[in-house]
């Protein structure tokens, strides 16, 4: 398993810091890694286009676990504001 955060790849994203946070929560109820990145900053946030979006990142050998759970759990893949990330 990748220790550098800096590796670790998007399974998850949002407009939403909420959806954001309950994804993260979830994948880590499930044992696996994950934090919460966005390319937000906090004087003038951007809650719109990819500057807008919260990733919830997951290392590299859990990235398919995560998309795994993710989608187990939305059923289709996606929800009303976020949507998981597919392989490259």
């Not at 800096?6 to 946070?21: G, N």
């Not at 890694?33 to 500057?51: I, N, V």
């Not at 807008?52 to 998309?67: E, N």
């Amino acid at each position: 398993m990748s220790a550098d955060p800096s590796d670790w790849q998007v399974c998850f994203s949002s407009p939403l810091d909420a959806e954001a946070h309950i994804v993260r929560g979830y994948l880590e109820h499930w044992g696996v890694p994950c934090h919460l990145g966005s390319m937000r900053f906090g004087l003038e946030p951007l809650t719109f286009g990819a500057l807008g979006q919260v990733h919830v990142l997951v290392p590299p050998d859990w990235l398919r676990v995560a998309r795994g759970l993710i989608r187990g759990r939305l059923g289709n893949g996606s929800a009303r504001g976020g949507h998981e990330h597919e392989q490259e």
